[in-house]
Every structure is written in structure tokens, then in C-alpha cells.
């Protein structure tokens, strides 16, 4: 019996570890974690408490379910969950239907590995072959899940008044409402 296992799980570790470096340096652009500069001592030109720097950043973690490297890690451990908290039912569904397909077929691969080698049937190279496709698929699920999680998770408060529109001669009618007063 011949199990080559090393190089599926060297470059599924190496694709986690890239997509960890990938996260930590994210981090960086998170708006949440930016502290606000520090005010001046003399307060006796401020009336009222200034709340230009710090309303944005309280509001906004109040709205916010979670930050978007919260969101990202979920769906990296749970393909969907990131979206889920962030209400995108249908996404999420979708991500967890791809993990589930993908899990299914590993499994149902891997008794036909061990079928053809209790057999010593020739087409066990191609049968691995196919266990590492779908390996990969898995991954790439987790990946672009995560991703999408972290986007999503940025565009949580973009105005939703988006508007698409198929006009009778064969073009497309695209709008969008912008806020342009104060909040």
C-alpha cells in the first residue's frame, strides 16, 4: 500500500498560513482599530464636547455585529457564518453548500480509495488525484468565504438604494441614491 498524503497537506498548510500573513496585515486598514488623536488640553474653546472623531468610531461599533476580521476568521472556520452575521442568508447558504458538497465528496472518495486498494485495482493515482481536487476545492471555499466575509463585513452600511434596470432596447439602466446631508 502506497499513501502520499505529504504534499496535499504541505500546501493546504502553506495556503492557511498565507492566508493568516494575509489577515495580519489587514488588520492594519481596520477602521475600528484607529484611535482617535488626542484632543487638546486647553477645552476652552470647545462649547460643547466634540464628537468629530469619536462618534464615527462608537457608532459605528455599535451598528457593527462584528468587526470585518471578526467576520473574515468565522467564515474561515465556518464557510457562511461571517455572512450570516451579517444577515447574507443567501451567500451564506451558498458557501455552506459548497462546503458541504465538498466534504461529501471527500468522504465519498475516500471509501473508494480504500475500495481500490483493499482491490489493488490501477486506478488508484487517479482516484488521489481526484481526492486532492476536491481537497483543494474545500480550501478554496474557506478562502473565498473569508474574503467575502471581510468584504461584506466593509460594506455593511453602504446605502442600499442600488438600482438596476433592463430597458426595452437592450441596455441597462443603473442608479444609485446617495445621502448628501449630515446623518
Given at each position: 500500500?502506497?499513501?502520499?498524503?505529504?504534499?496535499?497537506?504541505?500546501?493546504?498548510?502553506?495556503?492557511?498560513?498565507?492566508?493568516?500573513?494575509?489577515?495580519?496585515?489587514?488588520?492594519?486598514?481596520?477602521?475600528?482599530?484607529?484611535?482617535?488623536?488626542?484632543?487638546p488640553?486647553?477645552?476652552?474653546?470647545?462649547?460643547?464636547?466634540?464628537?468629530?472623531?469619536?462618534?464615527?468610531v462608537?457608532?459605528?461599533?455599535?451598528?457593527?455585529?462584528?468587526?470585518?476580521?471578526?467576520?473574515?476568521?468565522?467564515?474561515?472556520?465556518?464557510?457562511?457564518?461571517?455572512?450570516?452575521?451579517?444577515?447574507?442568508?443567501?451567500?451564506?447558504?451558498?458557501?455552506m453548500?459548497?462546503?458541504?458538497?465538498?466534504?461529501?465528496?471527500?468522504?465519498?472518495?475516500?471509501?473508494?480509495?480504500?475500495?481500490?486498494?483493499?482491490?489493488?485495482?490501477?486506478?488508484?493515482?487517479?482516484?488521489?488525484?481526484?481526492?486532492?481536487?476536491?481537497f483543494?476545492?474545500?480550501?478554496?471555499?474557506?478562502?473565498?468565504s473569508?474574503?467575502?466575509?471581510?468584504?461584506?463585513?466593509?460594506?455593511?452600511?453602504?446605502?442600499?438604494?442600488?438600482?438596476?434596470?433592463?430597458?426595452?432596447?437592450?441596455?441597462?439602466?443603473?442608479?444609485?441614491?446617495?445621502?448628501?446631508?449630515?446623518?
Amino acid at each position: 500500500m502506497r499513501r502520499s498524503g505529504g504534499p496535499a497537506v504541505r500546501r493546504s498548510i502553506f495556503a492557511v498560513a498565507i492566508a493568516l500573513l494575509v489577515a495580519s496585515s489587514l488588520r492594519a486598514q481596520d477602521s475600528l482599530t484607529a484611535r482617535p488623536p488626542d484632543r487638546p488640553t486647553d477645552t476652552t474653546q470647545y462649547a460643547a464636547p466634540s464628537t468629530r472623531y469619536a462618534a464615527p468610531v462608537a457608532s459605528d461599533s455599535l451598528r457593527r455585529p462584528t468587526t470585518p476580521i471578526g467576520a473574515m476568521f468565522r467564515s474561515f472556520l465556518i464557510p457562511g457564518w461571517g455572512q450570516a452575521v451579517y444577515g447574507r442568508r443567501v451567500t451564506a447558504g451558498v458557501m455552506m453548500g459548497f462546503e458541504g458538497l465538498s466534504l461529501g465528496m471527500l468522504l465519498k472518495v475516500k471509501s473508494e480509495l480504500d475500495q481500490i486498494e483493499e482491490t489493488g485495482s490501477g486506478r488508484w493515482r487517479a482516484k488521489r488525484q481526484e481526492q486532492q481536487d476536491w481537497f483543494t476545492v474545500l480550501i478554496f471555499n474557506h478562502l473565498m468565504s473569508g474574503l467575502d466575509a471581510y468584504v461584506s463585513s466593509h460594506l455593511y452600511d453602504f446605502p442600499g438604494d442600488l438600482e438596476l434596470q433592463a430597458l426595452p432596447s437592450g441596455g441597462m439602466r443603473f442608479g444609485v441614491t446617495l445621502p448628501l446631508g449630515p446623518r
